[in-house]
C-alpha cells in the first residue's frame, strides 16, 4: 500500500466489515495489551474492570 492510499487494502465488495472487526486495546506506550472480537463486551467490560472505577462507587 503506497503513502496516501488509505483504506487501499479492503475492498467492501469481498469482506464485511463486521467479519474482520476488532477492539485493539493500545496503552499510549504503544504496547498492545489485548485484542478482541466484536461480540467479546464481557471480555471488555471486565478488563476495564481491572482498573477502571464504576462511577457510583467513585462519588461515594
Not at 474482520?20 to 461480540?39: F, W
Not at 464504576?54 to 462519588?59: P, V
Request: aromatic share 10%; with cysteine.
Amino acid at each position: 500500500m503506497a503513502t496516501g492510499d488509505v483504506g487501499a487494502g479492503f475492498d467492501p465488495r469481498v469482506c464485511e466489515p463486521l467479519q474482520v472487526a476488532a477492539y485493539e486495546l493500545v496503552r499510549s506506550d504503544h504496547y498492545v495489551s489485548n485484542v478482541l472480537p466484536p461480540d467479546a463486551k464481557d471480555e471488555l467490560a471486565a478488563f476495564f474492570g481491572t482498573f477502571l472505577l464504576d462511577r457510583q462507587q467513585a462519588r461515594r
